[in-house]
């Protein structure tokens, strides 16, 4: 049973969010300036693969599972804030300066498949995506409606959206990708990459179940 009103104020909320800044806006516009076009979007279908299995987890139920025990939440997160912070401090370490395998607006394939991964497990490892998700979604499925698809299907509505305006993005940032990629442009991107994924990584080490 569909309620077009209650699915347009989810694709109202849900865009909302989606535009304001985030990690994972982060990811994709660093990626986008410094590595080019096809790493960004495969760093973006890294995200939203990782929001799609995380909206598949919730719909089976097993996001009632994660939001119940604190140990599985707690080893979860302890892994997200690891990988994060490992990110973190490799692009404050040793920010980029150059770029040899850049050719024209697209990277090596190597780079593309290290984007995908970073974006894919960024989400994977982060269980404040699965409770968000098991909170924010129920809101949004119409009364007397009990299928799990449902939650699913909002899940796919959200990544749609998400995949909207990271080519929106990436759009709006390869015109700027000469001045972006400057010796001293690349490594300040790279730094401020960097604080913003150790800043998200020690939000969610010290973030809470309930």
């Not at 300036?33 to 909206?55: D, F, Q």
């Not at 080893?75 to 024209?104: D, M, S, T």
Request: with cysteine; net charge positive.
């Amino acid at each position: 049973m569909q309620n077009l009103p209650l699915l347009a104020a989810f694709i109202a909320t849900a865009l909302v969010i989606t535009i304001t800044p985030g990690l994972d806006t982060a990811m994709v516009l660093r990626t986008a300036a410094v590595e080019g076009r096809r790493p960004a979007v495969l760093a973006g279908l890294g995200i939203a693969l990782g929001c799609l299995v995380w909206g598949a987890a919730v719909s089976a139920g097993l996001g009632v599972l994660l939001a119940a025990s604190e140990v599985a939440y707690a080893a979860l997160k302890i892994a997200g804030a690891v990988y994060l912070a490992w990110l973190g401090l490799k692009l404050l370490a040793k920010p980029r300066c150059a770029f040899e395998a850049l050719q024209g607006a697209d990277a090596t394939p190597d780079a593309g498949r290290s984007a995908f991964w970073r974006g894919l497990l960024t989400n994977l490892l982060n269980p404040k995506i699965g409770v968000f998700y098991l909170t924010f979604l129920p809101q949004f499925v119409p009364a007397g409606n009990a299928s799990p698809a449902y939650p699913f299907f909002l899940a796919v509505v959200h990544v749609v959206l998400t995949l909207i305006w990271f080519a929106v993005l990436i759009a709006a940032t390869l015109p700027l990708t000469g001045l972006l990629r400057r010796p001293a442009a690349m490594r300040l991107l790279d730094r401020v990459t960097g604080a913003v994924f150790l800043a998200f990584g020690l939000r969610l080490a010290t973030s809470r179940l309930h």
